[in-house]
């Protein structure tokens, strides 16, 4: 037909024409982020600096609200067809990223962009969590923390408490023995606070134990995978910590952060266990007693494995040109520059992810000077992660977590006992998990 | 039917109602459409595949305890916030309406609230409430001893809720009572305070009675007040915590579908919502036919 | 009232008074922290006695929550769904009671329905709706095979995709809910008590019915209208689920979503007093309408329940 032949030429003439005005200026990468204020501010200055740094690639960082806000935005975006090239999404959305069909595995964006990457260099514990059942990166870990242990140093001395290792965790049992003593004695109106419990007392105590918190592989061999949690290992250090609860050696101070962190900072705790960003967190908090910080505790007779990272990776999403995944790709390799590495750790308290930079750190004596800064490292580091240590990937896992956290505080208000929580959060869990497979099947 | 003169016209009548049409197909009856298809399907949330499951995502949602408990809190809520709203705006609109002479200005000290947005009524509240230092929290804690935190303790959170969205809806109830309240003929309040009927015995008697149209009416529109228009304070005060304890229907509905990503499960939400808010508005106009029969 | 009761007024006013101070409380006491200092705010209990800060706090709280902007917008946003809800309503209440044509009544019992599902009922695919206004047309495209029916047709491969999203946008904003017909319904009811005769002298004098419309029906609709305006603007600026899902963008913000950008969050300062300060400046707007148009406002309210 002489009218379609005409349009076809038209067309092509004016997007012909158009480009040609567009060679001459650096090719736009969209970075969605849902950093916040300092944290912002943080990653604003390494895009300023990468756009410093050449002028084929301009990046352009946009903050969409927080992680759920901006996870939306990128869905939204992608069935709108107009997603950016790089979105950050937290480690409980894994999973649907990486079913989505919408990325661009790293490890293949990296080959195909022609830049040579050495993972071996990078922190194994870190890159497992966002790797593929084969063991290929999809997605560049950016900002990532794990659960270390804070203690209140003047309680401690109190009681005649020595301050404890950085490298060498306690045990279990030892921690009851020392919050046994806080409590008797009345130094400390109770023991231990824990933020974030499903993270710290169950996902990162089944790590550290190498106990399988779901089956096949914590669910990176298959959709069809089911909670393991109410094992009998588990179940016994729910056991353990309710019965602490009932003599004040443990209090439940809230679901998420902010309860045990101000009950911590109160004194009214003596021992707080949550994120490494917590550091930064308590030195603008804690103006009256000195506190300090260890890894988590071990069962006794224990070789610990390494404790799992929470936080973001930065995905890259499917259908831009072959020209702005070379930018894309460039950007992420300057983000793993020893240099951007030590800012990020160092303004942040996130971990650094090569092993060069925390090496350069270490020689340039920062730990020697900040020796709180190395305890979540070392703890990450201890260890190469086994196939139930490495992470978790479920789908629905923040409703997951909303059943953990709905189970386990009813342990503590004494209305179910602990073994048939665990057993109630597996069924409800498996029944999520069975949703999210039917769904991808 | 009262017969009517009506304009003759080819295209007009269908020019004019164009708009309104255009707009409630795209924006209402498609998105309710596919809102109830969506909610009999599994749909990953990138939009790539769909499938087929009937009532599946009913089924997990009714036996699940987790939406089981967010209709009871729902009720809960809609009916503590429609108790306190209405009695106090009752209470202070009868005493409004005893004082003759400042009546336009009462109402203008009362009325602004209406005007408040929730999210923001939540906002005053979360700082007069706040365990740390909110000086209502501090009230509490000295004067009942009690524990107050709604950070920890579910019902301190519902509490502060109720407080914020009750105390919004207490203008508009107000408004809706002083109107109520000066339709009562004169001559029936007359005749009975020369019965020797005191003042409270007229009120219970004759005014409330005569209310009770108003009164039904006000408890159905504060109770779809605060199944939907409360969404801006549950999300800037409690976030659906402390352990989904605030976690209204409405809430969920966002939660699953926005946060959680469950796109099937969210939409049979959205349809059990629908048909709840229909049986109560349906439910209204038949009891308000019933009583405006009554009153005659 | 009827006898005289000096005893029983005087707890009457009393108790007037009691009420407006619990009705009145939070905003006296949100002014009040806003015009302190962070030092005394965040002092237990906090002092009654207002301070000297308010002009700090207000400026403050106006560039940290970037307030101007979010305002605008809010703004904007509800004089569009005011404007546009009374307009559509306006004319299709028109059309439904003074012609006489084939889907009058199905008309308005399509309108009647959306009346009682709020857009908190229908989010997610309204939402879906405004990513794309065009699906409904592609849906239907797609349904049909009509891409297979084209290439057919003209012998190449073709594929239609329309796309027309209203996200982070002015009209994302007030489209999906000038969709609720509650003013069309309030317009119907009183179109209905306008009397017959005005109608036939406007036929008789040979006028169109938009001259009708015009020069009878509108002037006779002021008060509803000005009504309508205080209703819609409130409730416009006061949206908050919808703006939250259909903006992402910081610059498309509506102010009542943006102030929890203001309230401290637990890691930081109790800088209360910025963030009421910011409270009080973003209510602003919706209650001084109210109080400027209380009278029709009332009127308005009171004729919407019958």
Known sequence: MKLSRFCLLFITAVCLALPASAFAKPVTINWWHAMRSARGEVAAKMIADFNASQSDYKVVGTFKGNYDETMNAGVAAFRAKKQPHILQVFEVGTQTMMLSGAVYPVFELMKDAGIEVDWSRYLQAVLSYYMNADGNLMSMPFNSSTPIMYYNVDMFKKAGIAPLSKTEPVTWDELGEITKKLVDAKIAPAGMVTAWQSWTQIENYSAIHNIAFASKANGYKGLDCKLEINNPTVAKHIERLKSWADDKRFMYGGQKYQGPKSEFIAQNAAIYIDSISGIAKLKKAVKDFKWDAAPLPIEAGTKPQNSIIGGASLWVLNGHTKEEYKGAAAFLKFLSSNQMQEYWHKETGYFPITIDAYEDLKSKGYYTANPLQEVGITQLNRAIPTEISRGLRLGYFVQIRNIINEELEMVWNGKKAPQKALDDAVARSNTQLATFAKTYK | ?296 | MVEKTPILDFFTYAFLMLGILIVGFPIIYSLIAATLPLDEVSRVPMPMIPGDQFLVNMTEAWTRGNLGTQITNSIIMATGITFGKIVVSMIGAFSIVYFDYKFRKLAFASVFCTLMLPVEVRILPTYEMAANVLSPVQTIWDFLHLNGLVSWFTGNDFSLSLNWSLLDSYPGLIFPLIASATCTFLFRQFFLTIPEELCEAAKIDGATPMIFFRKILFPLSKTNIAALVVIEFVYGYNQYLWPLLVTTNTKMTTAVIGLQNLIPQADDLPEWNIALGGALLVMLPPVLVVLFMQRWFVKGLIEKEK
């Open chain 2, 1 to 296: 039917m009262i017969k009517r003169s009506f304009f003759k016209s080819r295209y007009l009548p269908y020019l004019l109602i164009f708009p309104q049409i255009l707009v409630t197909l795209t924006f209402f009856y498609w998105p309710a459409i596919q809102g109830i298809l969506q909610s009999f399907m599994l749909s990953d949330p990138f939009g790539r595949k769909s499938t087929f499951v009937w009532f599946y995502n009913y089924i997990e949602l009714f036996t699940d305890p987790l939406y089981l408990k967010s209709i009871l809190i729902t009720f809960v809520f809609s009916l503590a916030t429609a108790a306190v709203s209405i009695s106090l705006g009752l209470f202070i609109a009868s005493m409004a309406n005893r004082a003759l002479k400042a009546k336009a200005l009462v109402r203008t000290m009362l009325i602004w609230p209406y005007a408040v947005a929730p999210a923001i009524s939540g906002i005053m509240w979360l700082f007069l409430l706040h365990p740390s230092y909110g000086v209502v929290a501090l009230a509490i804690k000295k004067w009942m001893g009690i524990d107050w935190n709604p950070v920890l303790y579910g019902s301190d959170a519902m509490i502060m809720i109720v407080m914020a969205s009750a105390w919004k809806e207490v203008s508009y109830n107000f408004v809706f009572f002083m109107a109520g309240m000066q339709a009562v003929p004169k001559s029936l309040i007359e005749a009975a305070a020369i019965d020797g009927a005191g003042p409270l015995r007229r009120f219970w008697t004759i005014t409330f009675p005569l209310l009770s149209p108003t009164f039904f009416f006000l408890t159905v529109m504060n109770i779809i007040y605060s199944f939907f228009e409360t969404f801006g304070i549950i999300h800037t005060v409690t976030q659906g915590g402390p352990g989904g304890s605030t976690n209204i229907l409405v809430y969920k509905v966002y939660q699953d579908g926005f946060v959680g990503l469950n796109l099937g499960s969210s939409a049979a939400q959205s349809v059990v919502l629908m048909s709840l808010i229909i049986i109560i508005t349906v439910l209204q106009f038949k009891f308000v036919e019933k009583k405006v029969q009554y009153s005659g």
